[in-house]
């Protein structure tokens, strides 16, 4: 398998543009995870879903952010209107819950707001 | 208390030696344990994960989990420069697939 794929790998836009994050879990998996690293905070969950459906929103920041998952196969990280302070690397990670805990990540996406 | 701690480092040890790495964490977090380790720029990637008491070995890394201190750590032996990296502890609470991870802890392992 090609492992998690997120697009694009690196992003730069101008406060107030909308912003958005795609991932490609590993075929398969039922768990879809966003999270967001920053020096300053680590690495913060965001948001997850168990077969496309939002389980646990309460890491997402504020109401500029929102995600969705159509799809088995493709989620959406959306941040609209961006601020500078949303700079971060963002990752997407998936699991198997029937084969056990472990989370696979992709490979993030460096978002630079100025 | 923080649901998953660790000392952010950076810790830094020969080429050759153990390195060992801790991670306390909270009531909220007790059933699963993972360490991943995460080079500069790239994505974190699972080492090891232990759900009992007690040591679990595969090649140079060891676990240990001890669930009435509520710690795991992680043993790195025989450190080679290419183990510089921050490692990630994280917890499951259990009940959903939710991982809780530390801040890491940066390791440099000196030649």
């Known amino acids: 398998d090609a492992g998690v794929i997120q697009s694009p790998r690196h992003e730069v836009t101008e406060m107030g543009q909308e912003v958005t994050l795609r991932c490609k879990p590993i075929?398969?998996?039922?768990?879809l995870f966003w999270y967001r690293q920053t020096m300053m905070r680590g690495l913060e969950l965001l948001i997850y879903?168990?077969?496309?459906?939002?389980?646990?929103d309460s890491g997402m920041p504020e109401d500029r952010f929102s995600a969705k998952m159509p799809n088995a196969s493709f989620s959406t990280l959306k941040i609209q209107p961006s601020e500078p302070r949303d700079s971060a690397v963002y990752f997407c990670?998936?699991?198997?819950?029937?084969?056990?805990?472990?989370?696979?990540f992709g490979p993030g996406t460096r978002l630079t707001v100025l | 208390q923080k649901e998953v701690e660790q000392n952010s480092g950076p810790l830094s040890v020969p080429e050759g030696a153990i390195a060992s790495l801790n991670c306390t964490y909270s009531?909220?977090?007790?059933?699963?344990f993972f360490w991943y380790r995460q080079y500069s720029g790239k994505s974190p990637e699972l080492i090891m994960s232990?759900?009992?008491?007690g040591d679990k070995e595969d090649g140079r890394f060891t676990a240990q989990l001890n669930k009435a201190s509520q710690y795991v750590s992680l043993l790195i032996r025989d450190s080679q420069p290419s183990d510089s990296a921050t490692y990630l502890c994280?917890?499951?609470?259990?009940?959903?697939?939710?991982?809780?991870f530390g801040t890491g802890t940066l390791l440099a392992v000196q030649p």
């Open positions: 990670a998936s699991t198997d819950r029937g084969a056990g805990d472990t989370q696979y």
């Open positions: 075929s398969g998996h039922d768990y």
């Open positions: 879903f168990n077969n496309n459906v939002p389980i646990d």
């Open positions: 009531d909220r977090v007790s059933q699963s």
């Open positions: 232990i759900y009992s008491n």
């Open positions: 994280a917890g499951n609470g259990g009940a959903t697939n939710k991982l809780i």
